[in-house]
């Protein structure tokens, strides 16, 4: 039997103190907007999933087709996170630690993936990839072909998850002292020393954050990438398009299972990546 002194003290871990009240209703609020919002949706995809069973599902991920059109959106995906997470750390390290002209306006540019509807996006990288266009014409002539392949797509998921890398780092740059830089510098430190052992561990968690946002947002894009990747089944198809095609099809069961498939791999990914955050937190600290 649990003492009233230890209900209290979980009581009290439960609730933490704060000067604004209304504990009750904002936290009965927070259950039930992620309960259906979120939670609900996710749970009736996996009920509509369980009448396939796991032979059905491993058969449909087996399907040739479904195999590599997962494939292709989870390695993009990551490779895409990947070339996000460095040059993403050098944009925000340039606009935050930097003064020139335009510097704000350059700052604003960064935003506008969030801002423009993806299928705009699409197209605007379409036609300037295109064999015809200002960017592909000059490689294509080199024989290097980026519009409807994987490196069309490739190129759209750098595009859109650029920016929550920025987003992410650019307020722990902002918080980084130069004197430890100079401390650094002034103990005979080099560059890659100084880079490497004073400003890279406090960046990890944030990061990380970064990486896994633009690798999250990559798995589930659409609109961007259908008018760049050419949509070849076996080559260029995203699992995105392969359950639109499954539902145009009335393949319900097909898509369901592509949509259940995608959401195990997304959460154990991000699981995975969760998991370094933590560990890097509590090794690199917060800042």
């Not at 904002?26 to 919002?37: A, C, H, Q, R, S």
């Not at 032979?55 to 990947?82: D, K």
């Not at 970064?210 to 589930?220: E, I, M």
């Not at 099809?249 to 592509?258: C, L, M």
């Amino acid at each position: 039997m649990t003492s009233p002194t230890l209900a209290g003290r979980n009581a009290r871990r439960f609730k933490a103190p704060s000067v604004i009240p209304g504990f009750g209703l904002t936290f009965g609020y927070t259950l039930l907007y992620l309960g259906l919002v979120v939670l609900f949706p996710l749970a009736t995809l996996i009920w509509r999933s369980s009448g396939l069973g796991f032979s059905g599902l491993w058969q449909i991920a087996t399907e040739p087709r479904v195999a590599a059109a997962l494939r292709t959106t989870f390695f993009i995906s990551l490779a895409a996170a990947v070339v996000d997470l460095f040059f993403g750390l050098i944009v925000a390290w340039v606009l935050t630690r930097y003064h020139f002209p335009a510097r704000r306006l350059l700052d604003a540019f960064v935003d506008l993936p969030f801002a423009l509807p993806t299928a705009v996006a699409g197209i605007s990288l379409a036609a300037l990839y295109a064999p015809n266009g200002w960017f592909g014409a000059p490689l294509a002539d080199v024989g290097v072909k980026i519009a409807f392949t994987r490196w069309g797509i490739l190129v759209a998921l750098i595009f859109i998850g650029l920016p929550f890398v920025v987003r992410t780092v650019q307020p722990i740059i902002s918080e980084l002292e130069v004197e430890l830089e100079e401390a650094s510098a002034t103990l005979g430190a080099t560059r890659v020393q100084t880079v490497a052992r004073v400003l890279l561990p406090p960046l990890v968690p944030a990061l990380l954050t970064g990486f896994a946002l633009a690798f999250a947002r990559g798995v589930g894009e659409y609109g961007s990438v259908i008018f760049i990747s050419g949509n070849i089944a076996y080559v260029s198809e995203i699992a995105p398009l392969l359950i639109i095609v499954k539902l145009e099809q009335y393949d319900y069961a097909g898509a369901t299972g592509v949509a259940t498939i995608m959401l195990a791999i997304s959460f154990f990914a991000l699981l995975l990546i969760n998991l370094i955050q933590a560990w890097s937190r509590k090794r690199f600290g917060h800042v």
